[in-house]
């Protein structure tokens, strides 16, 4: 026995030095690809030395003395940080993933061949300006010089990610970053998945009044320029009436619907400001990954230093300020999609019917390699409103009469396409006006692009607005027939028809991806807007006081007060206030009681650390789902995030939408206060088998985490736990301090879409400006900088955002000098 013992106990030894010896040749492995970042390297292709301060953050301040010098330290920098990131970028655009992860991702290289972006992006590069041309070429080489020191070196690969990974790293192309652009285009829209819904959610119910209560059009006239605070009338903004009471698979690219493109921002001209400077907030919403998409940089080019957020991949800060101009976005929902019905030709195989007759396709062969298995062939066909797409894809199967085929116009597939000599040269302008005049080069995706200088704000829609034929037949919210002539886009507008808002006499700018302006077709923009309720918050913000400073536009940007929650709660509840009877302890009615008695009492702030948030979330998402399951059956899960204009059409009344209530499949005709009954048992079950806590000792953000997964490596056990960061946060779908949650699965709380980056603007003292990202600056999961910013950013803390490069090197974490060989 004991020999028996003796052996056991050394083979659990050499099994445990075996894992150690395993534990630490990974570790040594991975860290070789750890960046340096106090170097001097001599480096080709650079016309003088560049110098790279890292700050205490590792945010780069690049130092050069030329603009094309600036752009290849960017290059260099984002490899040197985010060389996964880019490699993945590019293959997504290519559709090229499945050379690396096999079948799983063979529909979304299927559709990104079919999109055939990055044929439309090589094609785009002539079309560029010569400054553009030159920071593309620059971008490159910075890229690929860090590419070869890698290799020179052997630096681990670059990323832990390439030892898990057999990937060949090919040079970068100027064409990549604008596949890159294209690919952040398509990660940004939906208008495709709301024509689909539309579509099915129509054949389902068959009456035009229901669909415009589960599919609301977005009340009022829009809102952008607010006015003087003195012609307010008394009481408004402190509520706004919602209306009249009167997939995704492995890497898949294209966002759920509610989890598109969204974002804030807002501006404030002298006389709003306390300091007399102008202000500007921007916070971009992303789907949210580790590390994020936004890489945070300064740069030091001809026309002055410019810090800001940049994204890997693209050689321009997106959002930021220089001296002289500071600019943000948001996701402007700008209607720049169209799907439309190919009618084939039954008695000529490869033929469409057009306004002419039948012509034959476009078509080409496209060979997608599959790692392990044989490569696939795919016969990509194209008419002229755009390629045809997989039946199989955005449940387009569906809808599709037989003996047709489905295709897709957008503006982000043009091959002449000259958005990223916008981005560049908005960069380098000098004043709103310049800046207003070189934005007319952007292409997609659309954006409501928001501007400051020293005297001046502004908000201008930008990117390419299709041109509709009054005539269409669907008005552009429904696919529709391809071979009507009145269906097919007529060109694009002119940029003066993009709405346009220039120092308002309000002095106060600003957009929550709500509806900016209330045009007829086809002048109107858009049908779906991405929020009908955090401008109403930010309105009373922003009214709330004569004059603004930097901290008041923090406070806003931080808010997490739910006008949704004021709104709905007192509809929903108000037959069910303090008007039961007494029950015992332990009992459904009791515990219905006590999380009435709770939300009585609040305020709609959605706090992590309360537990009001999480019973009106639960309330609300059971709420729908008993209202529209039985009427549209399987559909009912594709409506996963609750929509707070259908809930008060219902619970007002609006046109009959009360009808929802009552349960088609019963002989009872229900209420509206039996549903909202009924929803809340369904939440507080849900929660008690969920948590097992009692109410009061819920928190929201223990639901509510910020879920922050790595795309590749988030799911595999045990890394998961190294590349993964979680982070319990407050906010909600609808307050400004927005945290989009999952909506579905057994976490539907969980916050997945927000803001990765948040930036403040003070032109009266620049360097007090500030900004912060969601992570950090690395995208290596062994450096002290992959998630470094994230506490900051849960806290709604900030660091400096100076361009005195004096500051960067007193703190700096290291220098690194690219000098010629």
């Known amino acids: 026995m004991a020999v028996v013992f003796r052996w056991l106990l050394r083979l659990a030894s050499l099994a445990v030095a075996l894992i150690v010896i395993g534990v630490a040749l990974a570790y040594y492995l991975g860290s070789r690809s750890l960046p340096d970042y106090d170097k001097t390297l001599p480096v080709a292709g650079i016309t003088a030395d560049i110098e790279i301060v890292r700050d205490n953050s590792a945010v780069p301040h690049i130092m050069a003395l030329s603009d094309r010098d600036a752009f290849f330290g960017l290059g260099y920098v984002h490899a040197q940080d985010r060389l996964w990131q880019l490699m993945m970028m590019r293959r997504t655009a290519q559709g090229r993933l499945s050379e690396l992860f096999g079948r799983r991702t063979l529909r979304t290289d299927t559709l990104l061949r079919r999109l055939d972006i990055y044929t439309a992006a090589k094609a785009s590069v002539e079309h560029q300006d010569a400054r553009t041309l030159d920071a593309l070429e620059a971008y490159s080489a910075g890229i690929n010089a860090r590419i070869a020191e890698i290799n020179a070196n052997s630096l681990g690969r670059g990323a832990p990610e390439f030892f898990l990974f057999e990937a060949e790293i090919a040079p970068w192309q100027p064409a990549d970053s604008l596949a890159v652009i294209k690919l952040m285009a398509l990660q940004l829209s939906g208008q ?74 807002w501006a404030a001209a002298p006389e709003r400001s306390a300091s007399g400077g102008t202000l500007l907030a921007n916070d971009p919403h992303l789907g949210f990954t580790a590390p994020t998409f936004w890489y945070l940089a300064r740069m030091q080019l001809k026309s002055g230093g410019v810090i800001g957020a940049s994204i890997p991949g693209i050689p321009a800060l997106m959002v930021g300020r220089s001296e002289q101009l500071a600019w943000g976005i948001t996701s402007s929902y700008l209607d720049d999609q169209d799907l439309y019905f190919e009618e084939l030709n039954p008695d000529a195989q490869g033929e469409y019917r057009t306004p002419d007759g039948f012509k034959p396709f476009e078509t080409r062969q496209s ?30 199967d569906k809808i599709t009469p037989p003996g047709h085929l489905v295709s897709l116009a957008w503006t982000a597939l043009s091959h002449q396409d000259t958005s990223a000599s916008a981005a560049i040269g908005l960069m380098m302008s000098q004043s709103v006006e310049e800046a207003m005049e070189v934005s007319r080069l952007y292409v997609a995706p659309s954006q409501n692009l928001t501007l400051i200088d020293a005297d001046t704000v502004a908000l201008k829609l930008v990117g390419a607005m299709p041109r509709r034929d009054p005539a269409h037949e669907s008005l552009g919210r429904l696919p529709s027939r391809g071979w009507i002539a009145a269906n097919r886009w007529q060109g694009i507008f002119p940029f003066s028809a993009n709405p346009e808002f220039l120092a308002p006499e309000g002095g106060i700018v600003g957009n929550t991806n709500n509806k900016l302006v209330d045009r007829a077709f086809p002048d109107h923009v858009s049908y779906n807007w991405g929020d009908s309720q955090r401008v109403q918050r930010w309105q009373t913000m922003m009214q709330g006081r004569k004059v603004h400073t930097r901290d008041s536009f923090v406070e806003a940007q931080l808010d997490t007060v739910s006008p949704a929650a004021r709104t709905l709660l007192p509809l929903i509840g108000r037959d ?16 219905r009681q006590r999380a009435l008695d709770l939300l009585a009492n609040w305020n709609g702030e959605m706090n992590e650390h309360m537990p009001e948030p999480l019973l009106y979330s639960a309330w609300l998402r059971a709420l729908q789902a008993r209202l529209i399951r039985d009427d549209l059956g399987p559909l009912a899960e594709e409506f996963d995030h609750v929509e707070p204009l259908f809930i008060e059409r219902v619970f007002r009344d609006v046109d009959g939408a009360s009808a929802w209530c009552d349960v088609i499949r019963s002989a009872t005709v229900e209420s509206c206060t039996d549903i909202a009954r009924l929803a809340l048992d369904d939440a507080l079950i849900w929660i008690e088998e969920h948590s097992g806590k009692a109410l009061e000792s819920l928190r929201w953000g223990d639901e509510h985490l910020a879920t922050h997964e790595h795309p590749v490596l988030g799911q595999v056990p045990i890394l998961r736990y190294f590349v993964n960061i979680r982070q319990t946060t407050s906010g909600g779908d609808h307050t400004l301090q927005r945290g989009v949650t999952s909506g579905r699965g057994p976490n539907p709380f969980a916050n997945v879409h927000g803001a990765g980056y948040r930036g403040v603007y003070d032109f009266a003292d620049p360097d007090s400006s500030v900004f912060v990202s969601a992570t950090g600056q690395s995208g290596h999961p062994l450096s002290r900088h992959y998630d470094d910013l994230g506490q900051l950013w849960r806290r709604g803390e900030y660091i400096p955002m100076s361009l005195d490069v004096g500051l960067a090197r007193a703190a700096s974490v290291g220098i690194t000098r690219l000098v010629k060989p």
């Open 576 to 591: 069910l206030w303090y008007t039961s009877e007494a029950a015992p302890e332990g009992t459904p009615e009791r515990r």
């Open 192 to 265: 495709i998945g709301d024509e689909v819904l539309r579509a099915r959610t129509s054949l389902l119910l068959g009456d035009e009044q229901r669909l415009s209560d589960i599919l609301p059009d977005m009340p009022g006239s829009g809102v952008a320029a607010l006015p003087r605070v003195a012609q307010l009338p008394q009481g408004s903004g402190t509520r706004q009436a919602s209306a009249a009471p009167v997939g995704g698979d492995f890497l898949w690219p294209v966002p759920r619907r509610g989890l598109a493109g969204a974002s804030n921002v």
């Open 367 to 396: 060979i997608i390699r599959i790692k392990g298995e044989a490569p696939v062939t795919l016969n990509l066909l194209w008419t002229d409103n755009g390629p045809i797409l997989p039946a199989s894809q955005f449940n387009l």
